[in-house]
């Protein structure tokens, strides 16, 4: 009986020790920009109350997608602002990115789809869409201006 | 006691040989391969791309075969001047890299093959060209028209051409006519 104990203790351990093996990670993360979507917001840039810092402000802006351009298609900000913005398409799937700020967004309908970053970078940068829709799709573009 | 000696032994060896698989190689880094392909295509505002620019990537994305297959027509087409197919092919790759799903455009294809054509390179033209289904084109852009019927107005003429030029490339046709008609499809049908 004391053998038999002692041989299942032991493979409890071997078995457990076992376990501790790393096992694969899942291999697709979720995205890691997109936000649970928000109400409907005005295209105008809006002040909500929390800010980042005492010089910045939160800048709010609701974009639409459609082929082939955005609109708005310019959106300002401040050096040190925090971004919100929420996108959604009008009609086929489009994609919302800004590369400089490792921001996509796979838009697939009216559904608004939000992200939101820093502004911590300033000067003129393109979004675009980054899910060929057709043969106006490389010139379906914006402009995101951050200022000093 | 030998029965518990043998049980022993044979316990410990399972164990070793359980325990001594491999781990599994270091490919789950969709976030560092996700900021990357952004990074290339913050790169590319300002300057064309060359191929050194996606080592990288390569690096990151080495035992994967779509980011590789989909890396090697990348360089292919930044080699050969196609600045816009290759940013479109970077976009592919992002979208992998966050959801897992590999979206794909026929159309966007055929021009990718047209271009293979064009630089005479038939190797990758027919790599390509063996990769062509036009059955999800067609299923895709049929649920489409009834949502947004003002896309999708020549649908019987572009179903029509996607299935013929489809079938001439698959028969090794690579006429001007196929060429237009690629063309043609490029300028006028949706993803």
């Not at chain 1, 002040?47 to 980042?52: A, C, L, W």
């Not at chain 2, 990074?39 to 791309?49: F, G, I, Q, S, Y």
């Not at chain 2, 003429?157 to 490339?169: F, N, P, S, W």
Request: proline share 8%; charged share 20%.
């Amino acid at each position: 009986m004391k053998q038999l104990l002692s041989f299942l203790l032991l493979a409890l351990v071997l078995i457990t020790a076992c376990e501790t093996t790393p096992t694969p990670q899942p291999f697709v993360s979720p995205p890691q920009v997109e936000k649970p979507v928000q109400p409907p917001t005005s295209i105008e840039p809006t002040s909500p109350p929390t800010q980042p810092s005492s010089t910045s402000t939160v800048k709010e802006f609701t974009i639409r997608a459609f082929q082939y351009g955005f609109e708005p298609n310019l959106i300002e900000v401040k050096k040190g602002d925090k971004v919100i913005i929420h996108a959604f398409s009008s009609d086929t799937t489009h994609g919302f990115n800004i590369p400089i700020y490792n921001v996509n967004l796979v838009l697939d309908g009216p559904e608004k789809k939000t992200v939101e970053f820093i502004a911590d970078k300033h000067g003129s940068f393109h979004f675009r869409c980054s899910i060929p829709c057709g043969h106006g799709h490389s010139g379906m573009q914006g402009t995101l201006v951050v200022r000093e | 006691m030998k029965t518990f000696t043998f049980a022993f032994v044979l316990l410990t060896l399972i164990f070793i040989t359980a325990c001594e698989t491999e781990p599994p190689p270091p490919v789950n880094q969709p976030s560092e391969i996700t900021t990357e392909i952004n990074r290339l295509k913050a790169v590319a505002e300002d300057r064309n791309l060359t191929v050194e620019d996606y080592s990288q990537l390569n690096q990151l994305t080495q035992p994967i075969p779509y980011y590789q297959d989909g890396l090697k027509k990348i360089e292919w087409l930044t080699e050969h001047g196609e600045a816009d197919h290759a940013a479109h092919g970077l976009s592919y790759l992002l979208l992998y890299s966050q959801t897992g799903k590999e979206y794909a455009c026929l159309i966007h294809d055929l021009s990718h093959i047209e271009s293979y054509l064009h630089y005479n390179d038939l190797a990758m033209a027919e790599e390509a060209i063996k990769e062509l289904d036009a059955q999800p084109w067609i299923d895709k852009a049929e649920k489409s028209r009834q949502r947004l019927p003002q896309y999708y107005k020549n649908f019987d003429q572009l179903k029509a051409t996607v299935l013929d030029t489809v079938e001439r490339l698959k028969n090794k046709n690579y006429s001007q006519t196929t060429l237009d008609q690629i063309e043609y499809l490029d300028k006028t049908a949706p993803c």
